[in-house]
């Protein structure tokens, strides 16, 4: 099977953790017949992330924004505010987390466990929608 590759745009999210795994999922239909493979996920911006974690309590992403909010406050003396007061703690966190998931593909669909999901980790307050590429290979 050749390489498969996607760019993925996003609509605009608000600050916070969103589950984006059904929009990653429905952009690669070619999934059901990899029966062993890899999916990678590269998001294309410096102040959002990506992450997989818990997908079924709405409790999860918003502890997750308070926790990383108060690990990375506005309020910290930061030289690179040009772009706002969110914007320089945007790129920590996003340093902090990263910009790439590699995720196995098993049997037709990514090898997440049972409560593991795909997050697009927002850091900015008002940004526009985010591109992430997604690369498959498989057989």
């Known amino acids: 099977m050749p390489w498969i590759q996607r760019t993925v745009k996003l609509r605009p999210l608000p600050r916070g953790f969103h589950?984006?795994?059904?929009?990653?999922?429905?952009?690669l239909p070619e999934l059901e017949g990899i029966q062993?493979?890899?999916?990678?996920?590269?998001i294309q911006h410096t102040s959002a992330s990506?992450?997989?974690?818990?997908?079924?309590?709405?409790?999860?992403?918003r502890d997750l924004e308070s926790s990383f909010s108060d690990i990375v406050p506005e309020s910290f003396p930061y030289r690179h505010?040009?772009?706002g007061p969110d914007d320089m703690p945007?790129?920590?966190?996003?340093?902090l987390l990263g910009c790439s998931l590699s995720i196995p593909i098993c049997h037709g669909a990514p090898?997440?466990?049972?409560?593991?999901?795909?997050?697009?980790c927002e850091?900015?307050?008002?940004?526009s929608g985010r591109r992430l590429v997604l690369?498959?290979?498989g057989e």
């Open 90 to 95: 945007a790129h920590v966190k996003s340093s």
């Open 50 to 61: 990506l992450s997989i974690n818990e997908n079924a309590d709405s409790d999860v992403p």
């Open 111 to 120: 090898c997440l466990g049972t409560w593991q999901g795909i997050y697009l």
């Open 19 to 27: 589950l984006v795994t059904r929009e990653v999922l429905e952009a």
């Open 135 to 137: 690369t498959v290979f």
């Open 123 to 127: 850091h900015r307050n008002r940004a």
């Open 36 to 42: 062993t493979g890899l999916l990678h996920i590269f």
């Open 81 to 83: 505010t040009c772009e």
